[in-house]
Nanobody, 125 residues
């Protein structure tokens, strides 16, 4: 099982930018894909973005498409989430997740088998 550690969360005003990082602790990203999810208090965890390790193909939820960018740095064993034009509704705990194997979908929590501890992102008006 891959151990993941997120960082980069914080407080930012609407319209601002923030860059999150997910680093594999003691292991490399050797699986199929890595993704970002987010969860607001009292709500279910929702898909944000995903990147496949082979080819770097990226997927985004409609709510963040055009504003967020997911990238990977294989040398640093790190996956990033560049967030721009942030909105108050982006406020949530952001989680990094890893999928070792291919699955029919990419947006469900059960498509991933390893999770980080989460990092808080708060966007104020």
């Amino acid at each position: 099982q891959v151990q993941l550690v997120e960082s980069g969360g914080g407080l930012v005003q609407a319209g601002g930018s923030l860059r999150l990082a997910c680093v594999a602790s003691g292991r490399t990203f050797s699986g199929y894909a890595t993704a970002w999810f987010r969860q607001a208090p009292g709500k279910e965890r929702e898909f944000v973005a995903r990147i496949n390790w082979s080819g770097g193909i990226a997927y985004y939820s409609d709510s963040v498409k055009g504003r967020f960018t997911i990238d990977k740095d294989s040398a640093k064993n790190t996956v990033y989430l560049q967030m721009s034009s942030l909105k108050p509704e982006d406020t949530a705990v952001y989680y990094c997740a890893n999928a070792r194997y291919y699955s029919a979908t990419y947006y469900g929590t059960h498509d991933y088998d390893s999770w980080g501890q989460g990092t808080q992102v708060t966007v104020s008006s």
